[in-house]
């Protein structure tokens, strides 16, 4: 089991950028694949980006598309997600995920909530308008 702290959420006016941290300890950080997924107030929790264990192999879902990022440092045992241009509709926790991936599928994507077993506590993300 990997733990997750995220950090860098907070408010921020429409257009504006922030990036999250999600930082792992207690395995092998290189070992895992990595998602960012969201939950809005009164909604589901829904993907965001996904990075492979690689971090060869990067996607996004098409409301963030052009304008998140996801990257990873595995000598720092994080995973970031840089946001620009934020819109109202962005307002929500962010929550990083992790999965433990066989080296043979060090390229692989899972951008389903049920993919992943390791999960941090969040960081609330507003934007104003």
């Known amino acids: 089991q990997v733990q997750l702290v995220e950090s860098g959420g907070g408010l921020v006016q429409a257009g504006g950028s922030l990036r999250l941290s999600c930082a792992a300890s207690?395995?092998?950080?290189?070992?895992?694949?990595m998602g960012w997924f969201r939950q809005a107030p009164g909604k589901e929790r829904e993907s965001v980006a996904a990075i492979s264990r690689s971090g060869s192999f990067t996607n996004y879902v098409d409301f963030v598309k052009g304008r998140f990022t996801i990257s990873r440092d595995d000598a720092r045992n994080t995973v970031y997600l840089q946001m620009n241009s934020l819109k109202p509709e962005d307002t929500a926790v962010y929550y990083c995920?992790?999965?433990?991936?066989?080296?043979?599928?060090?390229?692989?994507?899972?951008?389903?909530?049920?993919?992943?077993?390791?999960w941090g506590q969040g960081t609330q993300v507003t934007v104003s308008s």
């Open positions: 995920a992790a999965r433990e991936v066989a080296a043979y599928r060090r390229n692989y994507l899972y951008q389903r909530i049920s993919d992943y077993s390791d």
């Open positions: 207690g395995r092998t950080f290189s070992s895992y694949a």
